[in-house]
């Protein structure tokens, strides 16, 4: 069945960038749909950060979009996240998920900004 | 963008309980509504797409209707594992995705 596995640094320093990577398999990315990130601040509710067609067209929320970057590699079957300039309020749970309703999610990766 | 708006904030039933939590579009999103069961610590679940829709494998209890910018979701009977916090999420073509601020189903 499809999977999806986020991965990447538990603890980013204020100021610098966020670099998270969404494994996916048992689908190819290149085949379809969208891929996107979500995130969960503690205690709150889900924020959709962005998302990337398998063509490569991207879409980002427009609160974040001057800080946001999604990139898909397919050779990899994988797609990424960079968030730059963090500060404590991008302290979150970030979810990687598929579709524009979301049937599959990963885990979910707890990623804290702090110095 | 559209504003999604959940009511009630928090809902207290007991077991057997019907209930309804609503969702409602600052516009028209047509039938391009999600519905999320999340539980604490895990990643939100697909109950419900395209705003009736029923998910494989989700349990026939849970229904959602609506459309144009008025939905709801029913859980017919609630079940002990149905304690949880729901959401809905537009997605509309024509705009950016966005979920509603959630709903918690607690004990009574």
């Known amino acids: 069945q499809v999977q999806l596995q986020e991965s990447g640094p538990g603890l980013v320093k204020p100021s610098e960038t966020l670099s998270l990577t969404c494994a996916v398999s048992g689908y190819s990315i290149s085949s379809g749909y969208y891929w996107g990130w979500i995130r969960q601040p503690p205690g709150k509710g889900l924020e959709w950060i962005g998302s990337i067609y398998h063509s490569g067209s991207t879409y980002y929320n427009p609160s974040l979009k001057s800080r946001v970057t999604i990139s898909v590699d397919t050779s990899k079957n994988q797609f990424s996240l960079k968030l730059s300039s963090v500060t404590a309020a991008d302290t979150a749970v970030y979810y990687c998920a598929r579709g524009d309703y979301m049937d599959v999610w990963g885990k979910g990766t707890t990623v804290t900004v702090s110095s | ?108």
Do not use: H
Not at chain 2, 21 to 46: D, E, F, H, N, V
Not at chain 2, 60 to 85: H, K, N, V, W, Y
């Open chain 2, 1 to 108: 963008d559209i504003q999604m708006t959940q009511s009630p904030s928090t809902l207290s039933a007991s077991v057997g309980d019907r209930v309804t939590i609503t969702c409602r579009a600052s516009q028209s999103i047509s039938s391009w509504l999600a519905w999320y069961q999340q539980k604490p610590g895990k990643a939100p679940k697909l109950l419900i797409y395209k705003a009736s829709s029923l998910e494989s494998g989700v349990p026939s209890r849970f229904s959602g209707s609506g459309s144009g910018t008025e939905f709801t979701l029913t859980i017919s009977s609630l079940q002990p594992d149905d304690f949880a916090t729901y959401y809905c999420q537009q997605y509309n073509s024509y705009s950016l995705p966005t979920f509603g601020q959630g709903t918690k189903v607690e004990i009574k």
